[in-house]
């Protein structure tokens, strides 16, 4: 008779590696802690490369807007930057507006509109139109570890992305205590909402990482009270850095007096200028003000293939203007205001630096986001596998519930 086990992955959005080391969190039970490198962009790039193991060239998620006013959802936007700005600024309002666009047009991924001015809109797309964690999620057909796990008929639980932390563990370990699942994804998303609001030095985070610790605690008491083995293990997307400086990359842009949408276009995401030129001149001189600029760089074709963020289609940028560490775009399309904590910087900072940690001893441990799909499908094929039954995708997606 086979042992029965669990795989419990916990993904902690933003539980850098510096974080980590400042705070102490299941020391005595872990076997394997050691920094995770991370990618270019934010949590819409570093998700779905961890779930498919594909960087962003691959599944084609890199950042939420890109510049295509054919296919754009937005038209129907333009009229509200009709409105005083003290109603289009307000956030309560902004989100109202993203409910009702994303109920309009039937999308059921992360959606929000954030501070892309109205007029501005109706040139951009938007990526993340379906959820990422259900079948055919991924922009590109990429398959993910869902996949992988409904496919082979493993009984799995996933954490729904849209509930918060008490919900999702007490969830878990509904799930644990009638152990049947073989495989757990536990999504985590709150402590990088404390950082983004309070910065990485707020006594709130030590407060969040304790209660991390010990809510770990208990779900390991509990699944080891109902399992032979055991693994949890614990990673986040990337780290968070203190924002030091405010930068006002959109007024040294509109400066040069070109016409957006007829000589460029432009992103502002918050760490990150991507710029579309559509004339020579256009490029010659937004090119030239970023070289000027003492906070932030011009990444290079090398850096962006390295980084997996080359696309052919040039659909995120023809160039981007990365922020130095602690340098934050104020105001962006993403914040009106300073944030004290923020990612989406060089992936290799020690900012950026991701975690990986196990109670397990990981004989090769991954080094990047992109290794973790291998681990995680091994995982699936020590707990689950090989099982005899015939393909049913209908009770394979055992239990996960949309909202
Ligand atoms: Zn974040």
């Not at 920094?35 to 819409?44: F, K, M, Q, R």
């Not at 379906?130 to 993910?144: A, C, F, K, V």
């Not at 030091?244 to 990150?272: H, K, P, Q």
């Not at 963020?309 to 993403?334: E, K, Q, V």
Request: charge should be negative; aromatic fraction near 12%; include cysteine.
């Amino acid at each position: 008779m086979s042992s029965k086990q669990l795989a419990l992955f916990t993904f902690v959005d933003a539980f850098g590696w510096r974080i980590f080391q400042e705070h102490s969190f299941l020391a005595d039970r872990l076997r394997t802690a050691q920094p995770l490198e991370t990618i270019l962009g934010y949590s819409c790039a570093c998700d779905p490369t961890i779930i498919t193991g594909q960087l962003p060239n691959v599944h084609g998620h890199f950042s939420f807007f890109c510049y295509d006013p054919d296919n754009s959802p937005f038209g129907t936007c333009r009229w509200l930057s009709l409105l005083p700005q003290t109603i289009t600024k307000r956030g309560r309002v902004r989100r109202q507006i993203s409910k009702l666009v994303q109920r309009m047009n039937g999308y059921t991924g992360y959606f929000q509109i954030y501070n892309v001015p109205f007029n501005r809109l109706p040139e951009f797309d938007y990526s993340e139109k379906r959820d990422i964690y259900q079948p055919g999620g991924l922009n590109n057909g990429t398959p993910t570890i869902f996949d992988y796990l409904r496919r082979n008929n493993v009984p799995f639980h996933l954490s729904d992305w849209r509930r918060n932390e008490q919900h999702n563990i007490a969830d878990m370990r509904a799930q644990i205590r009638q152990g049947d699942i073989r495989y757990g994804y536990l999504y985590l998303a709150e402590l990088d909402g404390v950082m983004h609001a309070d910065g990485t030095q707020s006594p709130r985070v030590g407060e969040k990482i304790a209660w991390y610790d010990n809510q770990f605690r208990q779900l390991l008491d509990e699944a080891e009270e109902h399992y032979d083995e055991v693994r949890l293990y614990v990673f986040s997307d990337h780290g968070m850095a203190d924002v030091t400086r405010n930068c006002d990359l959109v007024s040294e842009i509109d400066e040069l007096g070109l016409v957006f949408g007829r000589d460029y276009a432009a992103m502002y995401d918050s760490t990150m200028g991507r710029f579309w030129f559509l004339n020579d001149s256009a490029e010659g001189r937004i090119r030239a003000r970023l070289r000027e600029l003492d906070y932030g760089r011009i990444l290079t074709d090398d850096e962006l293939s390295q980084w997996g963020a080359d696309f052919a289609d040039r659909r995120y940028g023809d160039a981007m203007f990365l922020l130095n560490p602690g340098a934050l775009i104020t105001p962006s399309f993403m914040n009106h205001t300073h944030v004290p904590g923020m990612h989406g910087y060089d992936p290799s900072h020690e900012d950026s630096v991701a975690l990986f940690a196990s109670t397990a001893a990981v004989d090769k441990p991954p080094q990047r986001l992109d290794d973790l799909y291998d681990l995680m499908k091994a995982e699936v094929d020590r707990c689950g596998g090989p099982r005899p039954e015939p393909l049913d995708e209908t009770t394979a997606a055992l239990s996960y519930a949309t909202a």
